[in-house]
């Protein structure tokens, strides 16, 4: 089929075909993948319009967190419930007090640590001597101590001259060994090391 044979109206309808050919060829592998990278593009920055407006809320929300006020309530909580149990330390405390007050000290019976949640408990039992305005005011001294303290029995007998036995615990997240279990010659006190 040659061109020149064609009618006029034959020549229209091959151009109307031909139009519509290209017109379809470039939707169809032109413009359409185009739209859908532009739609998954507006979908991906919707998602990420989202994520920055949740991000930045968060960013307000810490912002509002008063470092300063929350490094104070760590160094307390440091201080309750130390890393360490600092147990000579407190030992120490406790006699310090007793001296200063003038209580006599009597024994001190210390528990094996044992675990209460995250952290470690030691259970203590102490028996004190002297007066009884002495042995509450060792009380009161010993209830306002720094670290985190629970006292569960308190007990006087006694008329003038008045013994007590107080049992408490303490908490730290660990306690160094009052008796060394590894220390060197435990094993064999005949080695030189």
Do not use: C
Not at 22 to 40: Q, R, T
Not at 67 to 96: C, K, S
Request: proline residues 4%; glycine residues 4%; hydrophobic residues 40%.
């Amino acid at each position: 089929m040659r061109m020149s044979k064609l009618s006029t109206h034959q020549k229209w309808l091959l151009v109307i075909l031909a139009v519509i050919l290209i017109n379809f060829a470039v939707w169809y592998f032109g413009l359409s993948p185009a739209l859908e990278k532009v739609k998954a593009a507006r979908k991906e920055f919707s998602t990420v319009e989202q994520q920055k407006i949740s991000l930045q809320k968060r960013l307000g929300e810490l912002n509002a967190i008063d470092a300063p006020v929350l490094q104070q309530e760590m160094d307390l909580m440091n201080v309750q419930v130390p890393e360490l149990g600092y147990l000579r330390e407190f030992l120490v405390y406790i006699e310090e007090t007793a001296a200063k007050l003038g209580v006599e000290l009597g024994n001190i019976s210390i528990a094996e640590p044992r675990e209460a949640g995250s952290y470690l408990s030691l259970d203590f039992s102490l028996s004190i001597n002297g007066t009884y305005a002495q042995l509450y005011s060792f009380l009161k001294t010993f209830e306002q101590n720094e670290r985190l303290l629970l006292v569960h029995s308190f007990n006087l007998s006694g008329e003038e001259k008045m013994s007590s036995s107080i049992q408490f615990t303490i908490y730290a997240e660990d306690f160094d060994q009052y008796t060394p279990h590894k220390a060197p010659g435990r094993e064999n006190p005949f080695k030189d090391y």
